[in-house]
């Protein structure tokens, strides 16, 4: 089982439709990353968080250290939306641990 | 600002030849890193950096080499090729390490080893 998993692997959506991806892990961790990969290939950092909650636009991204689990919520999606998110969590000094990614779609 | 820039962005060798992936990045951040993306799996990490003059091991160390001599540049070396390294490469970098910092990417470099 990976330290890591993302639910769903692929979602596929309405433009406009408010977006849950979920990220569980089963190691201690100090923080955890999300991160967007493009369609071409990039990759952007979208959030850092290590408690509560951080808003960036239409996205917002929760961590429940406690209970091992982070949400990214993409609101009001839109086409341009349409990547795969990645959850990695920060495991000992230097080490991200990545999850599988979900691939979303999010059509007009 | 460039920020992380790979090269090349794609390639192809033959098994046992050897190839040299660049990353160079203009933040002036110490660390640097090393990771590759097989199909369905989550990025695993390959080498990293803390600072010039000092690399250590990743998860996925075997039939890899790096470096660094500057800041700025982080090589990374495949010096005799087998088709289980075919994958997409990606470097990164950030300022004070994955704890405290967002990391930045390159655009990664897709190698295929036939």
């Known amino acids: ?108 | 600002n460039a920020g992380v820039t790979q090269t090349p962005k794609f390639r192809i060798l033959k098994i046992g030849q050897s190839m040299t992936l660049q990353c160079a990045q203009d933040m002036n951040h110490n660390y640097m890193y090393w990771y590759r993306q097989d199909p369905g799996m989550g990025l695993k990490l390959i080498y990293y950096s803390v600072g010039a003059g000092i690399t250590d091991k990743g998860e996925v160390p075997n039939g890899y080499n790096v470096s660094r001599s500057t800041t700025e540049d982080f090589p990374l070396r495949l010096e005799l090729a087998a088709p289980s390294q075919t994958s997409v490469y990606f470097c990164a970098s950030n300022r004070q390490g994955v704890v405290n910092t967002e990391a930045f990417f390159g655009q990664g470099t897709r190698l295929t080893v036939v």
């Open chain 1, 1 to 108: 089982k990976n330290e890591v998993e993302q639910s769903p692997q692929n979602l596929t959506a309405q433009e406009g439709e408010f977006i849950t991806i979920n990220c569980s892990y089963s190691v201690g961790i100090s923080a955890l990353h999300w991160l967007q990969q493009h369609p071409g290939g990039g990759i952007v950092s979208l959030f850092m968080l290590s408690s509560g909650k951080k808003k960036h636009g239409r996205l917002i991204a929760t961590i429940n250290i406690q209970e091992k689990h982070s949400s990214l919520h993409i609101t009001a999606s839109h086409p341009r939306d349409s990547a795969v998110y990645i959850c990695a969590v920060i495991k000992g000094a230097q080490k991200l641990v990545f999850g599988q990614g979900t691939r979303l779609t999010i059509n007009p």
